[in-house]
């Protein structure tokens, strides 16, 4: 990491390489029952995993004018699987239990459920008298589909899907508030923000089961109102 100071701009600067190794992810296995000709859902587990995850990371403020800041961020980042695993099931069988040992293809296959690329940039400006008000604007990109192996091997999702992803989205953030007293000790502020301010639609992130993505859209536009006091 690398940090720059000066009166009018902070700036700091990440970079990151990690390994995780004998990693352990749990799921739901749906198996056909050979005995009464039902479905068993069977908790159970991967083990042996490993990702790798490298990025970088920048954040900044930066002092337009005493009462002026503008700010933003950008993180670049490159999550997957590092290599496929092995995993044994035991089914029952009208002959008894069974053990099969198949190899889970997940080597180069995203980790799911989060933005590899995220960005903002925003103000904040102070210069009337006890009160602030200000916007960000964030981007994400990049998003990869949550999986369960058992659907990869079992042909309900395709690597294909998974790389993919979902669309890219923006969204923007207004907020304002006023500081004032209540008593020589006691001091309140009053904010108000909205959220969403375009009232964009995306899909913050998406799980697949079943031949089919259960997705988790994001937050319409919303308002909030807070007041805060200090004594």
């Known amino acids: ?70 700010n933003g961020f950008l993180s ?20 008894g239990p069974v053990s099969t040992t198949v190899n889970v293809p997940l080597s180069g296959l995203p980790v799911g459920t989060t933005a590899q690329t995220t960005a903002g940039l925003g103000f904040h400006y102070r210069g009337i008298r006890n009160m602030y008000l200000g916007a960000r604007w964030q981007y994400s990109d990049r998003i990869a589909i949550r999986f369960n192996p058992d659907d990869l091997l079992a042909g309900f999702i395709t690597r294909e899907v998974i790389q993919d992803g979902f669309d890219d989205f923006s969204t923007v953030y207004l907020y304002a508030g006023r500081y004032f007293d209540f008593s020589d000790n006691i001091r309140g502020r009053l904010n108000v923000g909205v959220q969403n301010l375009f009232n964009a639609e995306y899909v913050r992130w998406a799980s697949y089961f079943f031949n089919q993505a259960q997705l988790a859209f994001g937050f319409p536009r919303t308002y909030t109102i807070g007041l805060n006091i200090e004594f």
């Open 1 to 70: 990491g690398y940090s720059y100071r000066t009166s009018l701009i902070k700036v700091n600067f990440n970079a990151y390489f990690t390994l995780w190794q004998n990693r352990t992810l749990a799921f739901d296995l749906v198996t056909q029952d050979q005995v009464d000709n039902g479905t068993n859902i069977l908790p159970t587990s991967l083990t042996g995993l490993e990702s790798t995850h490298i990025g970088i990371e920048m954040d900044f403020t930066y002092n337009v004018t005493p009462a002026l800041e503008l």
């Open 76 to 95: 670049l980042g490159d999550w997957y699987w590092s290599k496929d695993v092995d995993k044994e099931f035991v089914e029952l069988t009208n002959s």
